[in-house]
């Protein structure tokens, strides 16, 4: 399977911390996304990244790409109670045509 | 409003009993998506679409059907549908010939197959 791998599977902090998740691909890839899923909702897409890309910032949205290592990061700063939901990596891969491959997503809480 | 809708939200029938789910989008895009979401599983696709009256086989396409007559509606068909196929399915569609790959997805049905 292509399919992408997500780490942790679940991740606990307070508001106010860091979140950082971390994502693992196989094949060379277009891009890489982001997706957020609040539960048993459908996904929203967050971020894009490019394969020439190395980082992008969308408000407290970071992401990394490292195409030697082949995985990428998303890290929310300063969390809120509201950014509890599950998160996706979704890759573009050069070979699938317009076809996305999802990772397992890493289930994100975070207490008030 | 830029959307996918999904019809039925919530499904349960009985082992063999034709369904379909219907999909449809507003905003032109060629590209189309089925996907089931198991726990444990993640997103796994099932049928995709680039453009009307072209379909092919995801990553699990056994006991689904789907077409695509219209650029907007992309139904799923479930002919004989068995409880193994209970899941939340999504539908999602994109405009990559634009390069917008990011795909827009609909809220989801979830399907109970007794």
């Known amino acids: 399977s292509q399919q992408g791998e997500e780490d942790p599977q679940a991740l606990s902090i307070q508001e106010g911390e860091n979140a950082t998740m971390n994502c693992s691909y196989k094949?060379?890839?277009?891009?890489l996304q982001w997706y957020r899923q609040n539960s048993g909702r459908g996904l929203v897409h967050l971020i894009l990244?490019?394969?020439?890309?190395r980082e992008k910032h969308s408000g407290r949205l970071r992401v990394t790409l490292d195409t030697s290592k082949k995985s990428s990061s998303l890290l929310i700063t300063a969390s809120r109670a509201a950014d509890t939901a599950s998160y996706f990596c979704?890759?573009?891969?050069?070979?699938?045509?317009?076809?996305?491959?999802f990772g397992e997503g890493t289930q994100l809480t975070v207490n008030p | 409003e830029a959307q996918v809708t999904q019809n039925p939200r919530y499904l349960i029938t009985v082992t063999g009993k034709k369904l379909t789910v219907t999909c449809s989008q507003n905003m032109n895009h060629e590209y189309m998506s089925w996907y089931r979401q198991d726990p444990g599983l993640g997103l796994r696709q099932i049928y995709y679409?680039?453009?009307?009256?072209?379909?092919d086989k995801g990553d699990v396409p056994e006991g689904y059907k789907v077409s695509r007559k219209e650029k907007r509606n992309f139904p799923l068909i479930l002919e004989s549908p068995s409880p193994n196929q209970t899941s939340l399915y999504f539908c999602a569609s994109s405009a990559p010939g634009l390069e917008r790959y990011e795909q827009y997805f609909g809220p989801g049905t979830r399907l109970t197959v007794t």
């Open positions: 979704a890759t573009h891969y050069i070979i699938s045509g317009s076809r996305l491959t």
């Open positions: 094949t060379s890839i277009n891009n």
């Open positions: 679409s680039m453009n009307v009256e072209v379909t």
């Open positions: 990244i490019r394969s020439n890309e």
